[in-house]
């Protein structure tokens, strides 16, 4: 089979030839191989990072479920007026830190900041004065980054022509978390109503949006819905509340289009997986994170609900694939095989991002050994 066949099959609670295979190599690893500085890739678009993954997809030959990792707006999805751009603000041989900034009512306006680093990816919504800097800088010149195409159906279809029969391609539909930040947990306390409502017109907008979706040529392959870290920002009951809901429609207008949904939702999980395989048609959820970040039990989730949803996961990333032997890597690839592959509806995978110093010959002994040892 192709990883594209053998993805399928699995998705659709089918047995393929062998155990699929997709250790999480987003951003680091996709990066670090190009031999360019980070800040190429992520500013500059020299290339988009997205790409720099597809290369390293095949590099590996893995089974690449593409979860929403290149940028797609709708037009009517954009906020109105002047857009917000950056600007670089500062730079030295190790970062270059942006701004971003628009003209409103003939005046401009400065926002958040962002450090690209030389050896690592982004931070991004920072407060300049964090960094040492001014709300307002003294000097900040435009980036000469390489144009991208974001017309949606353009950028959908060089993304699927570029990934080929190597996997699946995503696109974001939902999210499965309201807040990415401290600061919004502090403004929900404060105004829960707000966000409440917003809770309820993000259903309205999943609608939207998956008709947009659903007109493209070609179609994604699956629908995205999770965020990272949904249960660190949101109490369940919070999750229940604020997003479920929307999560729930998008699943449920995916599932009767016949197109699977997908969540990553790195950190504590385990009652995120028991919400969505109990009370909705989810097809898969990664990454499954074992303790400390997070608290999941590959057994347990298998008996309690393998066979309503695949289960993606869960080696751990810096104890077994970045500081492990390959004789580490193999035994907890078995482990998890033996673990949770029993009737199908399981794809081996890390427990969230590999490092960006992961050996490659980790990455090769866990693909290796899915190819082999992962029988059904």
């Not at 050896?119 to 980054?145: C, K, M, W, Y």
């Not at 080929?164 to 391609?169: E, F, N, P, T, V």
């Not at 401290?182 to 309820?200: A, L, N, R, S």
């Not at 996961?313 to 078995?334: C, F, P, Q, W, Y």
Request: hydrophobic share 35%.
């Amino acid at each position: 089979m192709t990883p594209r066949e053998r993805l399928l099959t699995v998705l659709w609670g089918k047995i393929p030839d062998c155990v699929p295979v997709a250790p999480d190599f987003s951003n680091m690893i996709p990066a670090r191989l190009t031999g360019k500085p980070f800040w190429d890739l992520y500013l500059y678009n020299e290339p988009p990072i997205w790409e720099a993954y597809i290369d390293c997809a095949k590099r590996f030959n893995i089974d690449s479920l593409m979860d929403g990792y290149f940028p797609l707006t709708f037009e009517e999805e954009k906020s109105p007026g002047e857009p917000w751009l950056q600007y670089i603000v500062k730079r030295t041989d190790e970062r270059i830190i942006t701004q971003y900034s628009r003209v409103e009512d003939g005046k401009r306006k400065w926002s958040i900041a962002v450090v690209y680093y030389r050896d690592n990816p982004p931070t991004s919504g920072l407060q300049p004065d964090s960094l040492g800097l001014p709300p307002v800088p003294e000097r900040f010149e435009p980036i000469e980054a390489k144009p991208v195409d974001t017309n949606p159906q353009n950028i959908l279809r060089r993304v699927k022509g570029l990934m080929g029969d190597q996997g699946l391609i995503g696109v974001v539909l939902a999210s499965t978390s309201m807040f990415l930040s401290v600061e919004g947990i502090y403004d929900y306390y404060d105004h829960p109503g707000k966000y409440e409502k917003i809770g309820q017109e993000n259903i309205g907008r999943v609608e939207a949006r998956f008709a947009r979706i659903m007109a493209m040529d070609p179609r994604p392959d699956f629908l995205a819905v999770g965020c990272s870290g949904s249960l660190v920002f949101q109490t369940p009951e919070m999750f229940r509340t604020l997003s479920l809901p929307a999560v729930k429609r998008g699943i449920e207008l995916a599932h009767a289009a016949g197109i699977p949904t997908h969540v990553h939702s790195c950190g504590p999980e385990r009652e995120l997986v028991k919400i969505l395989a109990e009370e909705t048609d989810l097809t898969v959820i990664d990454p499954l994170e074992i303790p400390p970040m997070g608290d999941c039990n590959l057994v347990e989730l298998k008996r309690l609900y393998g066979h309503k949803i695949v289960l993606k996961g869960n080696l751990h990333t810096t104890e077994v694939m970045l500081r492990g032997s390959v004789a580490d890597v193999i035994a907890a690839s078995k482990k998890a095989i033996d673990d949770a592959a029993a009737g199908g509806r399981f794809i081996l995978s890390t427990g969230d991002q590999c490092g960006r110093d992961t050996p490659d010959a980790n990455l090769h002994a866990m693909i290796e050994t899915a190819r082999t040892y992962g029988r059904y």
